[in-house]
């Protein structure tokens, strides 16, 4: 049978070229056109990844973002929530070195005072140089130990070096229920100086903070004194800009009952201080990657009229082949060959011209380089399948008729 094979392939040359040109062609456009959906896939994950979409806590009405009260409940959430990344949380304080009256605090209470998370918070200004002391960096911020940074121009003031420990009262100020502005003195802290902030340039210094404590450390020091702490600035990225739907659905659940809630600007609109709104950047991702899905889905609603037309044009190509030859099949059956061997002679004729169709097409495939070997194959196995499917259709009606009735056929 494989010598009847080689030799029908060689006897009928041109229908085999034939075969083997329909596959290679089938099995590059396809690979061309998956090639093209999966370019706009790419492209659609490298938005997401270099397109961050950042969010930022505001008042109700959206006028201020920093300066407001972000409640202690939000930020527990937000710490807890799986669909965000980059937290950026701060709050603002006063101090004085020592300790001193209540009384006394125009004459002490002289330090600007900033808590953060992390040392390029948006709250700071850009370029601030801080060196820290030996086993000390810049994660210091996202702990929780009683440690500072102080400006260096202080420091030289006090007579500190880094390393030395001072004694600290902080004052905490937030807004009650009634927007009423409102401080807290805390009680007397000691810290330890783990590094300074250069502030030699009068120009890019003036906004630099006096202090420097970790978010954490604030926050420990205003529920130790038995207050409700509130942060004054919170913003962060969404984790996962494809996500955005289950990334809002989690918004909706932080902070209580009503969840962090859109901004309103409209009619009736009540000024307030409070964290509870949120701003979400995302308006230019979400146009462009609206535009890149609707791509794609056009592109994927044509798979299964693609998987169609493969199988079409396997069926049309056999059957049309297999006409040209029934008298040869005729000449089988008549020699006592059965019907499912018969078949099987041709189908597997068929089968070589197709893989070698196909091998070709993934040579080419390859060189466009548009994908990879993995993905080459696996479309140039679907082309397969799917071309033999009609062919396999095709000879299954040619088997079906009776060795007389195709002796006498055209």
């Not at 270099?50 to 527990?76: A, F, Q």
């Not at 040209?324 to 089988?332: I, M, P």
């Amino acid at each position: 049978m494989y010598h009847y094979i080689i030799t029908s392939i060689k006897r009928q040359t041109n229908r085999s070229i034939l075969v083997i040109l329909v596959n290679c062609v089938l099995a590059v456009l396809l690979n061309l056109y998956f090639g093209l959906i999966g370019s706009y896939r790419t492209q659609l994950h490298d938005l997401a990844a270099n397109t961050p979409i950042k969010c930022t806590i505001t008042n109700p009405d959206g006028t201020m973002e920093v300066g407001i009260s972000v409640s202690s409940e939000i930020l527990r959430d937000l710490q807890e929530a799986e669909q965000i990344r980059d937290l950026d949380c701060s709050v603002q304080m006063k101090a004085g070195f020592g300790e001193f009256a209540i009384e006394d605090w125009k004459e002490h209470l002289n330090l600007v005072v900033s808590a953060v998370n992390k040392n390029d918070s948006s709250v700071l200004p850009e370029n601030m140089e801080i060196q820290y002391l030996d086993g000390w960096d810049e994660t210091v911020f996202a702990g929780s130990e009683r440690v500072c940074v102080l400006r260096k121009s202080v420091m030289d003031e006090q007579g500190y070096v880094c390393g030395d420990e001072f004694l600290l009262t902080v004052y905490y100020y937030y807004y009650n229920d009634e927007d009423e502005l409102w401080m807290d003195e805390l009680r007397p802290v000691s810290f330890q100086v783990v590094g300074q902030i250069d502030d030699s340039d009068p120009v890019t210094s003036y906004e630099y903070p006096d202090v420097m404590l970790p978010f954490q450390t604030a926050w420990d020091l205003v529920e130790e004194n038995q207050a409700d702490f509130t942060a004054d600035a919170v913003s962060f990225y969404v984790k996962d800009p494809l996500a955005l739907n289950a990334f809002k659905d989690e918004m909706g659940q932080i902070g209580g009952e009503y969840g962090l809630f859109e901004i309103y600007k409209g009619d009736n609109v009540r000024f307030s201080y409070k964290g509870t709104a949120l701003y979400v950047q995302d308006g230019i991702f979400i146009t462009m990657a609206d535009r890149l899905k609707t791509a794609i889905r056009i592109l994927t609603a044509f798979l299964l009229p693609m998987g169609l037309l493969v199988f079409i044009v396997g069926y049309v190509i056999s059957h049309l082949l297999a006409n040209g030859r029934v008298k040869e099949f005729a000449l089988f059956r008549s020699l006592g060959v059965k019907a499912p061997l018969a078949v099987w002679v041709f189908w597997c004729e068929q089968f070589v011209l197709v893989l070698a169709g196909n091998v070709i097409g993934c040579l080419a495939a390859l060189l466009v380089g548009q994908q990879g070997i993995q993905e080459i194959v696996k479309v140039c196995g679907a082309a397969f399948g799917g071309y033999m499917l009609g062919t396999t259709v095709a000879l299954a009606l040619l088997a079906k008729e009776k060795p007389l009735e195709l002796l006498t056929t055209e």
